[in-house]
């Protein structure tokens, strides 16, 4: 299963959230700028808030956006259960 960068930046904050930016960056392996802009774009839709705490803006789920991000977890694990 090819997962998109929002769907990895959900999953992320899922199982490790709420988190900076930078740290959501770096376990997603995308530079704080396009990290930037997908956060931005996941809190238009819905499924991130985020808080601006000096010097750093925190994001996490809403819960619109831990729905769909357990669900998409779930997805991962049952494609992987099957192909092992």
Sequence with gaps: MFLT???RILI?????GPLQ???IAKRVG???QWC???VNALHAEGLIE???KHPRRI???TERGVEIAKHLKEIGENIIN???
């Design 12 to 16: 992320t904050l899922l199982e490790h």
């Design 30 to 32: 995308i530079t704080e």
């Design 21 to 23: 930016n930078s740290q």
């Design 5 to 7: 960068t929002q769907h």
């Design 36 to 38: 930037s802009e997908m």
């Design 59 to 61: 994001s996490k789920l």
């Design 82 to 84: 099957k192909q092992a």
């Design 50 to 52: 985020s808080e601006f």
